[in-house]
């Protein structure tokens, strides 16, 4: 028999929901083993009030890795993603899953427990690893020195801007965890170590990536695992965290957090409209990350794979068949 392909992706939020569905896809299950490591830093809106209330960690990324994974995704991100219209403010506000899961964290009072009889329900293929089982928040030091304790106040939306107490038109400079001495999940560190591909990225470069690297043995397994190590590109910056980065930056800096020479940086060099880049840069002070002097990395160890990974309809995302089909090339 061929052995399989391990692969490990790290990251998350909605577009490595992109990665995992479209591997899920394109990889039979005699092809390769498929593991997910969750960041569990999330502190917005209703996974606060469900953090503060019920001590349960954060359930958001967890749902969407779930959902990417199950056999019928359509319809498990559709039924997590509910809401009712009219209710009492703690369904009102809250999603479908959040509730599940606050049901399951009382049965059971124990979150692998619980994410295990989740993915029982929804015939989950594959592991999803939460990075830490500690109750763990983001601290963040941005270029003028501004030091932002939890990500509901790093990451602050348009519509909550009386929460923000930082100038957006800011990098982030250093990112650090609120505790010392905080520890990954053994799982996540044993997943790193047995892979043959780790896949960091997309997504939100300091709340949704970054976190997952600064738990105690995560570092060290990176350093020590034989896996080919690929980063996934943002195809834009974005504002409160990396607005005014460029393509080294990005890299720059996970390989600063990650202690570990990447192998492959995969980077968008198709056309976005003028139209989009505008509304873009207007309306969230973002810009489209890419290469534009080859000789900046002409010395470095990596190599960087350019090719037409956007899906752009009135937002621009990663398209999740090009980018699965680039890994798999890669594989």
Request: proline share 3%; with cysteine.
């Amino acid at each position: 028999m061929t052995k399989k392909t391990n692969i490990t992706v790290i990251g998350w939020w909605a577009w490595t929901f992109n990665v995992l569905y479209w591997l899920k896809k394109i990889f039979t299950e005699e092809e390769r083993n498929l593991s997910v490591i969750v960041t569990m830093t999330d502190s917005g809106w209703t996974t606060w009030e469900i953090r503060d209330k019920y001590w349960v960690l954060p359930p958001g990324d967890i749902r969407r890795a779930i959902a990417a994974l199950a056999p019928d995704t359509w319809f498990v991100r559709k039924l997590f993603e509910y809401k009712f219209d009219k209710e009492v403010w703690v369904i009102w506000w809250n999603k479908i899953w959040n509730i599940l899961l606050t049901a399951l964290a009382d049965i059971k009072w124990n979150f692998e427990s619980w994410l295990e009889e989740a993915c029982k329900m929804f015939n989950t293929e594959w592991q999803i690893i939460p990075v830490t089982l500690e109750d763990v928040h983001l601290w963040v030091i941005f270029d003028d020195w501004t030091e932002i304790i939890w990500e509901k106040y790093i990451d602050v939306s348009d519509k909550n801007v009386f929460e923000r107490t930082h100038n957006l038109d800011q990098n982030v400079k250093e990112a650090f965890l609120v505790w010392d001495k905080l520890n990954a999940n053994p799982k996540a560190i044993k997943s790193i170590l047995e892979a043959d591909i780790v896949i960091i990225g997309p997504w939100d470069f300091y709340t949704s990536l970054v976190p997952n690297l600064l738990f105690n043995g995560v570092k060290e397994a990176l350093t020590k695992t034989k896996a080919k190590i690929i980063y996934v590109a943002n195809i834009m910056t974005k504002k409160w965290e990396t607005t005014h980065y460029e393509l080294a930056d990005f890299i720059d800096n996970i390989e600063k957090y990650a202690w570990k020479n990447l192998d492959y940086v995969i980077v968008n060099n198709w056309y976005i409209s003028d139209e989009i880049v505008e509304k873009y840069k207007i309306e969230e002070w973002k810009k489209p990350v890419k290469l534009k002097e080859n000789q900046e990395f002409i010395w470095k160890s990596y190599i960087i794979i350019e090719d037409d990974l956007v899906n752009e309809s009135d937002i621009v995302r990663h398209d999740p068949v090009k980018l699965g089909n680039i890994i798999k090339k890669i594989v």
